[in-house]
C-alpha cells in the first residue's frame, strides 16, 4: 500500500485559499479537470488567462488542491478510536475488497453502521479523517477504497485520478455493494441497518446502494449523480440530499430526480447551498464553505441520529 501522502505542499501555516478567491470560469475549470472531462494541459491552457499578480495557472491549479494535514480533525493515531484495515470478499465485483473500519476505543454492545464512500480518488486521507469524525459520534464508520484492485490510493491526487479511469465501474460499484452488506453483517454493527454518506462520484455511489439495498436505512449523499427513475422506486431510506448551489453540472439531473422520489413516495428531504461550489464540504480544498459545510453536516448526523440511533 503507497504511503498516504500527497505530492503537494500541505503546509498549515500558510491560510488556504476560498473560492471567492477565483474567478468563476476557473473554478469550473477545475471541477471539468478534477472529473476528468479535460485533462492537466487543457486547465492549464484556459486558466491561464485568469492568472494575475504573479499567479500562474499552475499556481491557481496548486492553490485549488487538497492540503489534508491542513484540514485534519481527528489524527489517525486518537486514543479515542480503533482503526484497522480489512478485506472482504466481493464475488460480483474484483473478488476481493478493502475498507477502512473505525470504532470507538471501548465501544460494549453493537453500534450503529456508516458506510463512507470517497470522491473519485480512491480512499484519501480526508475521507479516512470523515471516518474518524463519525466513529467519535458513537458509530461503526466503514470507507472502502475503490482503487484496492490497483494497489490502493497512490498518495498523489493526480496519481489516483489517472489510476480511477482504469477501474471497470460495474465491479467497483459491486464492490461498493459488497461493502454495505459486510458492514450491515458486522458483529460490531447492530439491527442489520446501515447509513450511507458519500461525495460526489461518492454521492452517486450512495444513491445507488439506496436503490440496491433494503439494509440501507439512511442515506446522505452529497452532489452526487442521481440514480434512474426506474431505481429510485426501490428506495427504502430515508434520504438527505445535499447539493452545491453553484453546481450546474450534477444540479440538472435533480428535477427527474425529485418528481420520482415524490412519485415513488420516498421520504426524502433535499438542500440546496446557495453560492457554494461542488465540494464544498471538503475542507482540505479552496471550494469548502464553512457554514454549509457545518449545516449540512448537522442535517446528515441528525438523519443518522434519528434513523439509525432510533
Known amino acids: 500500500m503507497a504511503d498516504r501522502t500527497d505530492d503537494r505542499s500541505d503546509s498549515t501555516d ?6 471567492s478567491d477565483f474567478h468563476p470560469e476557473v473554478l469550473r475549470l477545475f471541477d471539468r479537470y478534477l472529473h476528468a472531462l479535460i485533462d492537466r494541459r487543457v486547465f492549464l491552457a484556459r486558466a491561464a488567462r485568469f492568472a494575475a499578480a504573479g499567479m500562474t495557472a499552475a499556481g491557481l491549479l496548486e492553490a485549488l488542491s487538497p492540503r489534508f494535514a491542513y484540514a485534519q480533525k481527528v489524527p489517525k493515531d486518537d486514543s479515542r478510536l480503533n482503526t484497522e484495515t480489512i478485506q472482504f470478499d466481493s464475488p460480483q465485483g474484483y473478488g476481493k475488497a478493502s475498507g477502512y473500519l473505525v470504532r470507538p476505543a471501548g465501544a460494549t454492545g453493537k453500534l450503529p453502521g456508516v458506510l463512507v464512500v470517497h470522491e473519485n480518488r480512491g480512499l484519501n486521507p480526508h475521507i479516512e479523517d470523515i471516518a474518524r469524525r463519525i466513529a467519535l459520534d458513537g458509530y461503526a464508520a466503514f470507507a472502502p477504497d475503490a482503487l484496492f484492485p490497483l494497489g490502493g490510493y497512490p498518495g498523489s491526487e493526480d496519481k489516483a485520478r489517472e489510476l480511477f479511469s482504469k477501474l471497470e465501474q460495474g465491479k467497483t460499484r459491486e464492490d461498493f455493494v459488497a461493502a454495505a452488506q459486510w ?3 458486522h458483529a460490531a454493527t447492530k439491527d442489520d441497518a446501515i447509513g450511507v454518506v458519500g461525495f460526489c462520484y461518492g454521492g ?4 445507488l446502494l439506496a436503490t440496491r439495498l433494503p439494509v440501507v436505512a439512511a442515506a446522505a449523499p452529497y452532489y452526487g449523480p442521481a ?7 426501490r428506495i427504502k431510506a430515508r434520504m438527505a440530499i445535499h447539493y452545491a448551489g453553484n453546481d450546474e453540472r450534477i444540479n440538472a439531473g435533480w428535477p427527474a430526480y425529485e418528481e420520482a422520489l415524490k412519485s415513488a413516495g420516498i421520504r426524502y428531504e433535499a438542500f440546496v447551498y446557495p453560492k457554494t461550489e461542488h465540494g464544498f464540504n471538503n475542507d482540505t480544498t479552496s471550494r ?12 446528515t448526523m441528525a438523519l443518522f441520529d434519528q434513523t439509525l440511533k432510533g
Not at 469548502?288 to 442535517?299: P, Q, T
Open 227 to 233: 440514480p434512474s427513475a426506474e431505481q429510485v422506486a
Open 14 to 19: 500558510v491560510p488556504m485559499a476560498k473560492a
Open 288 to 299: 469548502y464553505d464553512e457554514a454549509a459545510a457545518k449545516l449540512s453536516w448537522e442535517r
Open 204 to 207: 452517486g455511489i450512495t444513491n
Open 183 to 185: 458492514l450491515s453483517n
